[in-house]
């Protein structure tokens, strides 16, 4: 075997690796604090040891794995306050990215989301089948974000599905997240930006409040207040940023772009009377 082709399948090696032990980590095959054997890995995957290090590697650069010198390689935790991060990232980022592509959206985009909206509806009591069809509804427009844009946002779905896989259980979500996203579909078909801004808001803060109060009740949101307030948008919460279920929501602008909704984490109200 020539010089260039060990390189090439060593590097296809890596890649396969790589993909494989992420999947199985993003997905729940592997729990948060499990610990990674090289020896048996590389048994069970029929590799060396040398690729599986470089995979290991890479999912360490990815946040997925933690490396402890002489106790070996474990499965990272799953951290409400970085599943909080991630979503006030995104509510930052995505919602005026989608309200700036709307119209650049073709018929086709469209198609697709509806079929993956209604494979959503399909295998709504189907977990792992529910969130693959749900993140592929979000991709047909992501792929059509800058290349940065789209790769911070990537970054972050996948932090955002682990969480879910080992925390998506409560009753109501594939409903209100059905919901919301045909509110989002049919404000896109109507070319309708500010709508489609206003309600990928929502439904990332609904997402957001759902996913760590389920892992944690008790929990006390702080870097996602603080992108509320920076798109003034208002959760009633307690001083110590705990936020009780339903809570309400509103803009602090009145404009009228928000279908009625109200889901299992959060009741939609119009802004309060401005005083004389």
């Known amino acids: 075997m020539t010089a260039s082709a060990r390189r090439t399948r060593a590097g296809t090696t890596v890649d396969s690796l790589y993909r494989t032990l992420r999947e199985r980590i993003i997905s729940g095959v592997y729990s948060p604090g499990h610990r990674l054997s090289q020896e048996q890995l590389a048994a069970e995957l029929e590799v060396s040891r040398t690729p599986l290090r470089e995979a290991l590697q890479r999912l360490e650069a990815d946040n ?54 209604d494979a959503m509806r399909e295998y709504r009591n189907h977990s792992r089948r529910f969130q693959e069809a749900h993140q592929l509804f979000h991709d047909v427009v992501v792929v059509r974000y800058p290349s940065t844009f789209a790769n911070l946002t990537r970054s972050l779905h996948t932090m955002i599905y682990r969480h ?23 404000a896109i078909r109507q070319r309708n930006a500010p709508s489609a801004r206003r309600i990928m808001e929502f439904h990332l803060i609904d997402a957001a409040i759902g996913l760590v109060l389920d892992a944690d009740p008790d929990h006390c949101f702080d870097s996602l207040l603080l992108a509320l307030r920076g798109r003034e948008i208002v959760v009633e919460h307690d001083e110590q940023g705990h936020i009780d279920r339903p809570a309400p929501i509103y803009w602090i602008d009145s404009d009228p772009v928000l279908p009625e909704f109200t889901t299992s984490n959060l009741i939609l109200l119009a802004p309060p009377a401005k005083s004389e």
């Open 64 to 117: 997925l794995v933690v490396a402890h010198a002489n106790r070996g390689v474990y499965v990272a935790p799953v951290v409400n306050s970085e599943t909080e991060q991630n979503y006030a990232l995104r509510l930052l980022v995505e919602p005026p990215t989608v309200g700036a592509i709307v119209t650049t959206l073709r018929d086709t985009d469209i198609e697709e989301m509806q079929t993956h909206l």
């Open 164 to 186: 879910q896989s080992v925390y998506l259980s409560h009753a109501r979500t594939p409903d209100d997240f059905i919901d919301s996203d045909q509110f989002f579909l049919d």
